[in-house]
C-alpha cells in the first residue's frame, strides 16, 4: 500500500463516520495500518483523528464549533512551522558562498 498516510488516515476516518462506526484513535490505527503512537504523535494526523471524532460527536453546535476551530488552528500552526522550516532550508541553500 503506497498511499501517503495522510491520505489514507483521511480515508479511513470517512470511511467510519460513513459507515456509523465509533472513530476512535486504536480504530482509525488498525485501519489505517500505523501506529497509535504515529497518530497521537504527528500533528497532522492527530488534527484529522480529532476533527472527524468532533463532527461525530459535536454536530455543529457553538462548542463543536469551537473545538473544530481550535483543532483547525493546532494544523495550521503545524504547517505554518513546516513552512518556515523549508524557507530556512532554502536561505542556506540559496546563499552566496563567502570569499
Avoid: W
Avoid at 2 to 24: H, K, Y
Avoid at 29 to 58: G, N
Wanted: proline letters at 4%.
Amino acid at each position: 500500500m503506497n498511499e501517503p498516510a495522510l491520505l489514507r488516515v483521511e480515508r479511513v476516518c470517512a470511511e467510519l463516520a460513513t459507515s456509523g462506526q465509533p472513530i476512535t484513535f486504536t480504530t482509525v490505527a488498525e485501519h489505517a495500518q500505523i501506529s497509535r503512537a504515529t497518530l497521537y504523535r504527528d500533528h497532522q494526523l492527530r488534527a484529522i483523528v480529532d476533527e472527524h471524532r468532533t463532527r461525530q460527536t459535536d454536530a455543529r453546535t457553538l462548542t463543536g464549533l469551537a473545538t473544530e476551530v481550535a483543532h483547525l488552528r493546532t494544523a495550521v500552526e503545524a504547517l505554518a512551522a513546516e513552512v518556515k522550516r523549508h524557507e530556512e532550508q532554502i536561505r542556506k541553500l540559496t546563499k552566496p558562498p563567502r570569499r
